[in-house]
């Protein structure tokens, strides 16, 4: 069974920084798109950071350029987002979602997340002081 796990989000003081992890089983990262969406309640989700395998291909949203980054482990088959320079905006769930390599990284990223079959349950990131 496909699953992907996230992990790493908390409570992190403005400018302090956090690193979420996405776990796959049964499916291995290297061979997907993966991409971290987020979501505030009211508002629509939206596309992160994400990155294709096959190529190496990554996308930024402009609100994070510069203060995120996408990295991925094949020995562990996790893909991470590290997280600097935190700011009240960036408060949200964070979801980890796979798709086959055909989809771009930029591709994955603008397009609304119920597009997509594989994702994970979510981890809170709370930015505050």
């Known amino acids: 069974q496909l699953q992907l796990v996230e992990s790493g989000g908390g409570l992190v003081q403005p400018g302090g920084s956090l690193r979420l992890s996405c776990a796959g089983s049964g499916i291995t990262l290297e061979d997907y798109t993966i991409g971290w969406f987020r979501q505030v309640p009211g508002k629509e989700r939206e596309g992160v950071s994400c990155r294709r395998s096959t190529d190496g291909e990554t996308y930024y949203a402009d609100s994070v350029k510069g203060r995120f980054t996408i990295s991925r482990d094949g020995a562990k088959n996790t893909v991470y987002l590290q997280m600097n320079s935190l700011e009240f905006e960036d408060t949200a769930v964070y979801y980890c979602?796979?798709?086959?390599?055909?989809?771009?990284?930029?591709?994955?990223?603008?397009?609304?997340?119920?597009?997509?079959?594989?994702w994970g349950q979510g981890t809170q990131v709370t930015v505050s002081s």
């Open positions: 979602v796979a798709d086959p390599p055909l989809t771009s990284a930029q591709a994955m990223c603008v397009s609304p997340l119920a597009l997509f079959d594989y």
